[in-house]
């Protein structure tokens, strides 16, 4: 009876034994850090870093995955070449424009308004002076000059390029040349066609888009749309 009864007890404690162990994590652990990495908090002080600081700055040279380094700089030059030559690499569709019209109204509209006159709430309520229309011949504005201030920003308007991407600004920027070119009474100007858009992407013919207008395709509508694509 009494063997029985170690036996039983003998049962009872390799049981226990086996309960605790866990599969996913070794029973021993000589070295620690192996196993658990060390938790650092953001901008903590450590002497560990090469900067003493846990947030590094990035290596120099090194990009964001999926973005491209802007190729000029922020100076009256590089405002200049970028007005001069930057063109807008998004192909002129009615997606796009109605996009880039959704995001005026979100960024722009408030000091540029809705029209792109200068006549925004924040102008009307003289806390912002001095917003020119688009349509201002001594501004002369381009689709290079326009996403180069979105980019960099410029007196009391802040840079834009933390709040959308690459493509949304240079969908804002279609929109906008379309308000300076209703502004100045231009002619509306034509969706470029889907098949041109096509063969594009396939690299079938080497055309710029922003000069591969088809009469066939309805252009935008003068009045400025809202985000739905509907005229206000």
């Known amino acids: ?27 021993y652990q000589y070295m620690p850090n192996m196993y658990e990495s060390v938790g650092y908090e953001t ?20 990009v ?25 690499p ?3 569709t009615e997606e796009n424009y109605v996009k880039g019209n959704e995001l005026y109204n979100i960024y722009c509209s408030i000091c540029h308004g809705v029209k792109g006159d200068g006549k925004g709430t924040l102008a009307k309520r003289e806390k912002i002076l001095g917003v020119p229309a688009y349509n201002d011949a001594g501004r002369a504005i381009t689709e290079g000059s326009v996403y180069h201030v979105m980019y960099y920003g410029i ?3 802040g840079s834009y390029a933390s709040q959308m991407t690459e493509d949304e600004l240079w969908m804002v920027d279609h929109y906008v040349m379309g308000l300076k070119d209703a502004l100045g009474g231009k002619p509306e100007r ?5 098949e041109i858009i096509e063969e594009m992407t396939e690299g079938k013919i080497d055309t710029d888009l922003n000069e591969g207008a088809v009469d066939a395709i309805p252009g935008p509508e003068s009045e400025p749309m809202n985000a739905a694509g509907n005229e206000h």
């Not at 491209?68 to 063109?87: C, F, Q, V």
């Open 43 to 62: 901008y903590g002080k450590y002497e560990v870093f090469p900067e003493g600081y846990e947030a590094l700055k990035p290596a120099e040279g090194s």
């Open 1 to 27: 009876m009494k063997n029985i009864f170690k036996i039983a007890v003998l049962f009872i404690a390799f049981g226990s034994m086996i309960s605790c162990q866990d599969d996913n994590k070794p029973n």
């Open 64 to 88: 964001m995955r999926g973005w491209l380094p802007y190729d000029y700089e922020n100076t009256i030059e590089g405002k200049a070449s970028a007005k001069a030559n930057l063109k807008n």
């Open 155 to 157: 007196n009391s308007m």
């Open 90 to 92: 998004l192909p002129y």
């Open 190 to 194: 034509a969706f470029t066609a889907a």
